[in-house]
């Protein structure tokens, strides 16, 4: 079920980029609204590190096998 978008290269590197699904993406949305309403923001406007796998956890249930792990991709996504 990955969905990775073209690789590119970046010097000597070559990198993938995961492209995210709208499944993914809405997903993650109510992932995050239940979190802001539960108070896993810190008062700076980013999340509290215990919410970061909170995420995570609630992804693989959702979408299990999806393989999205707090880093890179959802830490890449939220800073987006």
Known sequence: MESRGPSHTTGN????R????KDEEE???N?????????GQADNGTFKSRSYKFIENELEKLLP???L?????????IRI
């Open 27 to 29: 997903a993650m949305l």
């Open 65 to 67: 096998g999806s393989g």
């Open 13 to 16: 590197k070559t990198c993938s």
């Open 31 to 39: 992932i995050l609204d239940v979190v802001v309403a539960n108070g």
């Open 69 to 77: 792990k707090v880093y890179p991709h959802i830490d890449s996504k």
């Open 18 to 21: 995961r492209a995210w699904t």
